[in-house]
């Protein structure tokens, strides 16, 4: 049998449910009090080796076709950390993103810029022992998405984490330091500064290569007072 509880409080680094800027919150957001229902052994569970589900890695975004996708290469690297800065490994780390003219293969985006027949933007990691996981990607572009008047989205690249079992998803989005989007983006802002800046990449010179592309580090912790934004 179900039962009634009360909303948690929202947590101060966390995006709320409601934030009336992001117009999609306002249809979606809870209006009752939340129902539990009770979770099956397939939802608490989940494989000891996600590769074994989900295949081999997709780690770079820049081989998947037969030529090489327009725009600027970049790697994306981090860690998986969980709130005392241990890393987790074995987890699903998922990217999807616009291509670097700012548009998705989706049948919903029908903005007018160019679709690259060499990039799909999508990939797949597992990270390592020690929480770690690697991208070679463009540089997704801004697009415009008719939130509001003159509302362009920062460039930035969606994450979906799936930890030990199926229920364990959390997803985030990563943002890029030099985008001066984000200021004005109502899905940054949901997240009150100075939380924002936990999805704000970091550029790192050691992780570019030279003459070849350009190094970001974004950590991600799932949880604790340092916690990553998810929800977006």
Known sequence: ????????????????????????????SPRQPLVRIPQTLTETT???????????????????HAGEPL????????????????PVPNT???????????????????????????????????????GRYRYVTVRPGAYPWKNHHNAWRPSHI???????????????QMYFPDDPLIPIDPIAGAVP???RQRMVSRFD??????????????DIVLRGPAATPMGL
């Open 205 to 218: 010179l050691a992780t570019t290569q030279p003459e070849w592309a350009l190094g970001y580090l974004f």
């Open 46 to 64: 989940g494989p000891a080796d996600w590769s074994r589900l989900m295949g081999g890695a997709m780690a770079d975004l820049t081989k998947q």
């Open 92 to 130: 699903v780390v998922e990217i999807w993103q616009a291509n670097a003219a700012g548009r998705y293969i989706h049948k919903k985006d029908q903005w007018d810029a160019p679709l690259d027949p060499n990039f799909t933007g999508a990939g797949r990691v597992i990270t390592d022992t020690e």
């Open 193 to 195: 500064e100075p939380y």
């Open 158 to 172: 969606h994450l979906s984490l799936l930890g030990p079992a199926f229920a364990t998803r959390l997803v985030t």
């Open 1 to 28: 049998m179900s039962e009634t509880i009360e909303y948690a409080r929202e947590d101060a680094g966390q995006p709320p449910s409601l934030h009336p800027p992001y117009a999609s919150t306002v249809a979606r």
């Open 71 to 86: 725009g600027q290469r970049i790697i994306v690297s981090g860690r998986v950390l969980d709130e005392a800065g241990r």
